[in-house]
């Protein structure tokens, strides 16, 4: 068989010469839509379920939560395990599935599964959701919302975090390739209903009340609509609370009793925040905002790296005077030193195997024609990777053993070398023709590759 095609690839130079200038041009074009990163991601196939329950012991979360959420998942096919932990406040449930599995099909089955228990789990603790579709190596930059200097007292912590959640995280999340966009940082801004129990109970009124009061009024309601010659008119009822005088202004009934109060009667209302179990501080300029952007799962790393700056220039032409974007973490700097090193490493590396090649052969035309077989071999190589989804990165691209490429072709040409040498003494000497000469050497050129 190798016999057949290296007499094929002898006979026939001018198609040879063409698959290669195909190879060549194909392989460049392969080079540039190549996935490049620092290190390979080795994160298995995993679906994580994450619930918050605010104000819940571990126990609670155990018994309520989280095992009712395993027990639901234990038979989908391609599972290997099922993980989990439950702490105050939190469940974390991790379905792992085989490398075969397809990751959107594992969540939907995952997702159908969460319906189908959504009446085991009390409404009033906490509604599962599933993590975002990325892996260990996800982070891939982060940044702080912060205020310039002379700004300092016209912005607070809380309005770093709001303009966070509301105006750069909705812009970012749709990014290609983003996968989520993490805020954390700041004071998270809610309204506080601070009531006065000695008001509450002079009006003989619960608390229940009060929460049924701001459910009802807390909402828009859709009505039917009137014709009116060739127009019709809709009818709807805005019941959206939007401020704090929409909230003081709210009715609670009094049951069999005459009269109207108000929240504002028996509560006051401010701006508050969520509970913080922590602070984000930058340097020394005391608190800020920030976020992480995580990276879809099998996404170009540097591509979505420089599609989220891209972005940022912009959202930054949109945000309030005095704040301002800092990225603190950016994968780009490790990557290119991670490629910088492969790079330099491959360069020098294949002059050295050039040299030796060239030094031993004892000629540099052999030397040469052999070292072309290393460019095409890696043109060759990170096509496939492409085609089968492997990324270049420290391991990939910089583990090439250049000795292993090029020994089948020193083989050859040394053979060939010998045989054209030896020939050419009996040439001289008369006792062979050039076509003779040529058999020879085709002959010898197939025995060594056997």
Do not use: C
Not at 193 to 206: E, M
Not at 297 to 307: F, L, P, R, T
């Amino acid at each position: 068989m190798l016999n057949k095609i290296i007499e094929f690839s002898i006979k026939n130079k001018l198609i040879i010469g063409l698959m290669t200038i195909a190879l060549i041009g194909y392989g460049t074009y392969q080079v540039t839509q190549l996935p490049i990163d620092a290190v390979p991601d080795i994160t298995n196939n995993q679906v994580q379920v994450i619930t918050t329950a605010p104000s819940y012991g571990a126990l609670d979360i155990e018994r309520l939560i989280t095992f009712p959420i395993e027990q639901a998942n234990s038979n989908i096919s391609g599972l290997k395990e099922i993980r989990s932990f439950s702490r105050f406040g939190l469940s974390l449930v991790t379905i792992v599935f085989d490398d075969e599995t397809d990751i959107y099909w594992a969540r939907q089955q995952v997702s159908e599964r969460l319906i189908d228990i959504q009446n085991q789990i009390p409404a009033s603790i906490g509604t599962p959701s599933l993590g975002p579709i990325t892996t260990g190596l996800g982070e891939i930059y982060q940044y702080v919302v912060k205020t310039k200097k002379g700004y300092e007292n016209k912005f607070s912590t809380t309005d770093l975090r709001t303009i966070q959640d509301w105006v750069i995280r909705r812009q970012l999340i749709g990014v290609e390739g983003v996968a989520e966009v993490s805020s954390f940082g700041g004071k998270l801004k809610q309204y506080e209903i601070a009531i006065n129990t000695d008001k509450l109970h002079a009006q003989n009124i619960t608390i229940n009340d009060v929460f049924n009061a701001l459910e009802r009024n807390n909402q828009n309601t859709g009505g039917a609509f009137i014709e009116k010659g060739p127009t019709i008119l809709s009818i709807r009822t805005e019941g959206l609370i939007e401020n704090i005088a929409d909230i003081e202004n709210i009715a609670i009934p009094l049951e069999g009793r005459s009269g109207i109060v108000f929240i504002k009667d028996i509560a006051s209302i401010n701006i508050g925040a969520a509970t913080r179990y922590g602070a984000l501080g930058y340097n020394d300029e005391g608190e800020v905002a920030g976020a992480i952007v995580m990276m879809l799962k099998g996404a170009n790393s540097s591509e979505v790296i420089k599609k989220v700056k891209d972005r940022i220039k912009q959202i930054q032409k949109t945000l309030p005077e005095g704040i301002e974007i800092e990225p603190f973490l950016d994968r780009t700097k490790m990557v290119n030193n991670a490629i910088g090193t492969v790079e330099k490493n491959l360069l020098e590396g294949a002059l050295i195997v050039i040299f030796v090649l060239v030094l031993f052969l004892g000629n540099f035309r052999a030397g040469l024609i052999v070292a072309s077989v290393i460019p095409l071999a890696m043109l060759f190589a990170i096509s496939l990777m492409n085609l089968f989804g492997v990324s270049g990165n420290l391991m990939s691209l910089g583990a090439l053993d250049f000795g292993l490429i090029v020994d089948g072709a020193v083989i050859i040409v040394e053979a060939v070398m010998h045989q054209l040498y030896h020939n050419n003494k009996l040439k001289k000497a008369g006792l062979l023709n050039q076509n003779q000469m040529d058999d020879m050497v085709h002959q010898s050129a197939g025995k060594n590759d056997e």
